[in-house]
Each structure stands twice: as C-alpha cells, then as structure tokens.
T-cell receptor, first 109, second 113 residues
Framework: GQNIDQPTEMTATEGAIVQINCTYQ??????LFWYQQHAGEAPTFLSY????GLEEKGRFSSFLSRSKGYSYLLLKELQMKDSASYLC??????????FGTGTRLKVLA | DAGITQSPRHKVTETGTPVTLRCHQT?????MYWYRQDPGHGLRLIHY???????DKGEVSDGYSVSRSKTEDFLLTLESATSSQTSVYFC????????????FGPGTRLTVT
C-alpha cells in the first residue's frame, strides 16, 4: 500500500524553530511536496524535493532522504501567521499525488 | 495567483439528487484534479485529467464521474448524492513541468442532507 505519516498537531512559540516530519511508503517516487493550508482556505505550494538534501527558501527549508523515505519541513523565526496546517505529499507516478493528513501547527505568542 | 475558480462555493443538497461542481482555469494547464478533504483523511484524489477528454480514476472515485470537454473546464458530477459525500471539494491544476506543483482552487463546501 501507499502511506504518508506526519504528526497530527504541533505547538511552538513565536520566534522559535520547528521541524515537521514526514515519512512515506509509496510504489514510486517522482518528488515530495510541502503545502501550507490556513483554516478555511486552499493549500498553497511551499517546496519541492526530488533529490536528497536540503532545499532552502527564506524562512522555510525542506529536507529529503529517499533511502529512508523521510522528509522534514523546517520553519525558522516563527510568526503568528505561520499557524496553519502543513501537508506533505508524494508524487508516486507521472500524474498522481498522495497527501498525508497534515500537521496542524499552532504558534503561541 | 493561478487563475482557478470553482462554482458553486457552497451547496446544500438532498440525498439522491445529482450535483455538478465546476472547475474553471485560465492558465491553460494540461493537468486538472478533483480532491475531497475530510477531517482525519487529508486530501484524497477523486479523478484527474491529463488532457481534453482524457481522464482517470483516483483513490476514491466510486459515486463520482468527471468530464473535460475543454482545456479550461473540469466538471465533477455526483450522480446520486449521499451523506458520505458531504465534504470540501478542491480542484487543482498543474503545468506538468518541474517542479510539478499543484495550484488549488478556493474549494466547494458540499453538504448532503
């Protein structure tokens, strides 16, 4: 079967660093994605990893280890507006995407 | 922002009635998708399209059909709505080139009573 696991909920303090983990088991691998979704809104694209290593984009970084089926999203200098759900998704084939259930992040003042 | 609209944005319907949701894009992207999002399940793929009149099933396609007669429009039909189809439905588009990201529409909240 195909499966993506991520923690259901995390809490962190404004200004801190938080790491959201994602593990996956899929029949194929064409890339791993992270999306941000604020409550009541549509998901928006954050990052894409296809090769092992770290991709940095401003305050957000994403890491991938294909051999371990593992990724994480690192958020630095947390702001209140970062309170949202973070969705990990894998593209196992050309057209399809499989999403995890998402991690709800609460940022406290 | 990618030009994707969904209509209607909210709908309440009765069990057994047919329902059609529309996704419209102005980006000329080849790939279009329909997802449903439910608490505890995340986003689940219903159907997708890789070109005009080219569609295929996702993981939760039972009870749903789709049509794509033009590049810009992708329709999702619930032939006979059931309460288990109460959900938020998202349409997404993708250009099909690296980094293959998807752009999502604003969503349709469907309630079947």
């Amino acid at each position: 079967g195909q499966n993506i696991d991520q923690p259901t909920e995390m809490t962190a303090t404004e200004g801190a660093i938080v790491q959201i983990n994602c593990t996956y088991q899929t029949s194929g691998f064409n890339g791993l994605f992270w999306y941000q979704q604020h409550a009541g809104e549509a998901p928006t694209f954050l990052s894409y990893n296809v090769l092992d290593g770290l991709e940095e984009k401003g305050r957000f970084s994403s890491f991938l280890s294909r051999s371990k089926g593992y990724s994480y999203l690192l958020l630095k200098e947390l702001q209140m507006k970062d309170s949202a759900s973070y969705l990990c998704a894998v593209q196992p084939g050309t057209y399809k995407y499989i999403f995890g259930t998402g991690t709800r992040l609460k940022v406290l003042a | 922002d990618a030009g994707i609209t969904q209509s209607p944005r909210h709908k309440v319907t009765e069990t057994g009635t047919p329902v059609t949701l529309r996704c419209h894009q102005t980006e000329n992207h080849r790939y279009m998708y329909w997802y449903r999002q439910d608490p505890g399940h995340g986003l689940r793929l219903i159907h997708y399209s890789y070109g005009v009149k080219d569609t295929d099933k996702g993981e939760v396609s039972d009870g749903y059909s789709v049509s794509r007669s033009k590049t810009e429009d992708f329709l999702l039909t619930l032939e006979s709505a059931t309460s288990s189809q109460t959900s938020v439905y998202f349409c997404a588009i993708s250009e099909g080139t690296v980094p293959y990201e998807q752009y999502f529409g604003p969503g349709t909240r469907l309630t079947v009573t």
